[in-house]
Nanobody, 127 residues
Framework: QVQLVESGGGSVQAGGSLRLSCAAS????????VAWFRQAPGKEREGVTA????????YYANSVKGRFTASQDNAKNPLYLQMDSLKPEDTAMYYC????????????????????WGQGTQVTVSS
């Protein structure tokens, strides 16, 4: 059974940094796509970044390019999301998601292409 556990959310002032972690279990030795989505009140869920544990291109939403960095440690787990130069518009609930298939996207990440989801961690950026 796949489980995703997020950590690292919190409150920070604009311009500050936070690092989120997503620990995945249940995939065994198989590679998988792991991603971060976020959802602010009244808005649609937005794909922020996606990385395939087997390597390849990393997806970043245009809204976070140059400010957010996804990485994984040598054991491919957990997935980290380093968030720098945070803005109030980054305030949202951040969700880790994963799927057995390689990452794919057409313009943006489709949340429906991910079968596994964590509970979410809140990120609040004050001005």
């Amino acid at each position: 059974q796949v489980q995703l556990v997020e950590s690292g959310g919190g409150s920070v002032q604009a311009g500050g940094s936070l690092r989120l972690s997503c620990a995945a279990s249940g995939f065994g030795n198989k590679d998988y796509c792991v991603a971060w989505f976020r959802q602010a009140p009244g808005k649609e869920r937005e794909g922020v970044t996606a990385i395939y544990t087997g390597g390849g291109s990393i997806y970043y939403a245009n809204s976070v390019k140059g400010r957010f960095t996804a990485s994984q440690d040598n054991a491919k787990n957990p997935l980290y999301l380093q968030m720098d130069s945070l803005k109030p518009e980054d305030t949202a609930m951040y969700y880790c998601a994963a799927d057995d298939a390689p990452c794919w996207w057409v313009g943006s990440l489709d949340p429906q292409s991910f079968n596994y989801w964590g509970q979410g961690t809140q990120v609040t950026v004050s001005s």
